[in-house]
């Protein structure tokens, strides 16, 4: 006698893809928020029930922690390359504005920047310490590059330049796109045309 009942396969199930699901979980947190992203939402886009959540990644903390560190290294904008030691400062200044515009209108349903939208403070604090963690990083690298071109305003021209980056994610989240943040960015690069330093 045959059964005609479905019978679920008994072969091997699909491998669980970590490095994608960090993938859909950044992109959630950069459209929303971190707070504005449930558990549930993250077990939905993911495909796991909560207890796979936890044995896989900690807690929505620690994703978001992952989520960060995979933004700064596919999205994030290449410092190295962009003040590289033989522009001139203001040429390197206005490439760097000029990266930041493109990569924070990129996406349309997810515009400004991950990191620094977070480290403006959300009421998670262990999330907010690991966006902070991130900018401080980016703001030292900014400021060693800054510093090997005019080391006695070092920290003047670095707070400039990481306001002017804030600035640019804020204006891409308020809506501004592309060709109106490179204005903005051209702008603000204007301020070191007179800069000699290398």
């Known amino acids: 006698m ?10 091997r199930p699909r491998a669980f893809d970590v490095d994608e699901a960090v993938g859909k979980a950044q992109a959630l947190f950069h459209q929303r928020g971190y707070d504005a992203v449930s558990l549930a939402d993250l077990t939905g886009a993911l495909a796991i029930n909560p207890p796979s959540f936890y044995a896989a990644f900690g ?57 620094i939208e977070e480290a403006r403070g959300g009421t998670d604090a262990v999330a907010c310490d690991k966006a902070k963690t991130l900018w401080r990083r980016s703001r ?3 400021r060693d590059a800054i510093a090997d071109r005019a080391a006695d305003r070092a920290d003047e021209i670095t707070d400039y330049v990481m306001a002017v980056l804030a600035g640019l994610s804020a204006s891409a989240r308020d809506g501004l796109g592309a060709a109106r943040l490179r204005a903005i960015g051209r702008t603000a690069s204007l301020a070191f045309m007179s800069d000699n330093a290398r």
């Open 59 to 115: 807690s929505k903390a620690d994703l978001y922690g992952r989520a960060l560190e995979r933004y700064a290294k596919t999205e994030g904008l290449d410092f190295d390359r962009l003040l590289a030691p033989e522009k001139p400062l203001n040429e390197a200044l206005a490439d760097l504005f000029d990266a930041a515009a493109v990569a924070y209108t990129a996406h349309p349903e997810a515009t400004g920047c991950l990191v």
């Open 140 to 142: 030292q690298v900014v």
């Open 2 to 11: 045959n059964d005609t009942k479905n019978v679920k396969s008994r072969g």
